[in-house]
């Protein structure tokens, strides 16, 4: 953890306005930004802690528990939800039985609302580990489910 | 011979499985001995039709689509690569009466061209707008986008021009160019698009910025939901800087003019400007109080440009072609071309940028098809989640900023989300609420408790608990948001909770099952 934190920092500390680019690379490297991280980053970075821990939880895409091996993000959005965005949540949450913000038994999948992929356009849109899906159904769910449980 | 096929690389291309077809092809022609080369090119933004493949033939390019990776066999068996007859052949591309009936000066490049060859984009017309640029006093090249008329895309639509003067007239010290490339409104994808599909464009329109008003440096505010834009920017801006386009001489001209991207970290907020800047600066994206305007003060205290990603595209084609090009299309006060996306349930979904002033229903109908499911179109929401939804009888008007201002409802950034008559829009007003409770930064208590307590209200209301005294309470809530938020936000989250309960009150007083 400590390497990956110095690294970022290391990285970034010189640009004007660091904090946030420092977030992204330890979340890049670690999943997750540790709540140990929170006073190495503000020692180095010259802030308080309750600044970085202030940004930390103001933005949404900041996590503070490791997630699980995939990160399912669902778009919620009103052009998913002129496609039936809550039937393929609903679905979801059962296949997964797991709600929002909450990461399966076998830490395989953490399930997560997003707010807009720019795919409105072939709503419901979803994002798996970066990966864009569009037009997605209950059985294209599962078959990514599948996939990726294949894989690991 | 080598055959040039063209498979996007656009985001929404790939969730519909263009890598996969594009494998299959390559695998195709090496098995068959056929000398190819694939270009990965932005979306041309007709999305039922994604993946959709070109090939480059003597006829011009002709369109092959939706491929499936399946569907490959087939198309080499057909004889696709010299445009042979197909069930899946759409003729050449140019003449689809979706794209052929367009205007497109922002988006003249984007599905044409590799978005990230600086070849490509030279050979197409590229950098003549900059080019004529370094030809001009600064405060000519502002007079001229100020004659074009070209407003801000991003929503509030200022004009450009005079913000831009503003930061020009600040002394000389240090001056910024940003770009909101936040683009959270549900139901717009224009900024991706043309990040994705040709980010030199906007590359160029930044370094005309930075030229025009004395900045040396710049920074590309990018949401973090948008991975695929972030690579196609960062290969882009690298050629650029290889080739002398950005650093420290620009062309050759003795300015400097630097730039990077940035990434967001999923919160809505962070594009309102100011929002946008705190997080620039590394810190939560809270709103600050104006003034100073960011013009003045912004980025670090300095002068700064703040502009969304088509504003900036829009740029280039101004300073090649000159401002009287670029105000002839349009209409009233709102000059020139805006991309409108069309999405949601919707047929024909995608981009379709024209001049200012094509009706809602042209839109809705002549491009979009109506619904995907079928049935009747309902409401549509323009502008994003902060934008009014309108009812079937008002679709006769036409999309310019003035003519939605006068029904009530606002442009924004031109997206449009249609819904089916299975919408049930007291749901809808309980989603802006809560969408608005989420994303609210919580400088002031209209937005930050109001709206959660809308959420609740909401509830009543659609289980039917006091329900009268409950929509009244909604009601005088929204005046209180109207009135007492400092920003957009909390602001304007009564603009798709008012016209619900004003053009679909019957929503709001169904019988609980
Ligand atoms: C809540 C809120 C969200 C906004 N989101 C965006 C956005 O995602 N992109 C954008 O360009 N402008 C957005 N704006 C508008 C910006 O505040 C600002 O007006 C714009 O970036 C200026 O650029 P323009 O003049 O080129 O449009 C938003 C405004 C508000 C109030
Ligand atoms: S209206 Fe909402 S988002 Fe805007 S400044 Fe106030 S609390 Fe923040
Ligand atoms: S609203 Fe879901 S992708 Fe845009």
Redesign the pocket.
Known sequence: MREAVDLAIAQHKDQPGPLLQVLHAVQAQLGYVPPAAVPVIADALNLSRAEVHGVVTFYHFFRQSPPGRHIVQICQAEACRAMHCETLTEHARKRLSIDFHQTTADGAFTLEPVYCLGNCACSPAMMVDGDLYGRVTPEDFDAMVAAKSAKQ | MTTTVYIPRDATALSLGADAVAQAIAAEARQRNLDIKIVRNGSRGMFWLEPLVEVSTASGRQAYGPVKAADVPGLFAAGFLDGAAHPLHLGATEEIPYLKSQERLTFVRVGVIDPVSLDDYLAHGGYAGLRRALTLEPAQIVQEVTDSGLR???????P?GI?WKTVLDQPPQQKYVTC?A????SGTFADRMLMEGDPFMLIEGMTIAGIAVGATRGYIYLRAEYPHAHRALNEAIAAAYQAGYLGPDVLGSGKRFDLEVRLGAGA??C???TS?LESLEGRRGEVRVRPPLPAIKGLFGQPTI????I??ASVPVILEKGAQFYRDYGMGKSRGTIPLQLAGNIKRGGVVERAFGLTLRELLYDYGGGSASGRPLRAVQVGGP?GAYIPESQFDTPLDYEALAGIGALLG?GGVVAFDDTVDMARMARYAMEFCAIESCGKCTPCRIGSTRGVELMDRVIANIDRERNLQLVEELCETMLHGSL???GG?TPYPVQSALKHFPEDFRKTVQ
């Open positions: 801000g895309r991003g929503g509030a639509a200022f450009t913000k909101n936040d683009e959270g409104d809505y907020i594009g309102e400007e946008m703040v502009n969304n990603v504003s900036l902060l950034h920003c957009g936000l304007m």
